[in-house]
């Protein structure tokens, strides 16, 4: 018997069973995963998506399998925070942003400038749960500038 298919996302639905990713694990389209109490099911959705913790595969035998951000290496960032975050955003980094401090991933370049700039940089360990887009599409491969321009416009090409 074939593992049961999940080609929906839905939130809110009282979960069955969770499924504990990383940030780079809940990007995602077509992708074999084993739910934490062991059970396998293919993610095979229409398109990729970021999905956040919280967020649910509907699979096709109508279990709901939801999403838990797991730990991960992360840089916890204090001092100016408004001038960290630019420099952040800047270089397009994803960023998980609170009132006393912001988290990006571990990143050695960015620690360092960070450093450089004065703030303090802090290793830590947790779930990341960045800010999603502004235009409510969260990360995707590149940036996607479909909003408002002609259909002409070639969405392929990617901006480094």
Known sequence: MSAPRAREVVRGRAPHDHVTLDYAGRFLRRKRLTSDAGRPFLVDLPQTVSMEA????????GA?????AAAE???EIRGDLTRAAWHIGNRHAPCQI????????????????LGRLGLDVIKTRGPFEPE???????RTHGHDHSHGHSRDHDHHHDHG
């Not at 919280?54 to 035998?61: A, H, K, S, V």
């Not at 709901?64 to 838990?68: F, G, I, K, Y």
Request: charged fraction near 30%.
């Open 54 to 61: 919280g967020d649910g595969f509907l699979l096709d035998d």
């Open 73 to 75: 290496d992360l840089l």
């Open 98 to 113: 609170e009132a006393e401090r912001l988290l990006i991933q571990a990143d050695p370049i960015l620690a360092d400038m």
């Open 64 to 68: 709901v399998v939801e999403v838990r």
């Open 132 to 138: 999603r887009g502004a235009y409510g599409h969260g």
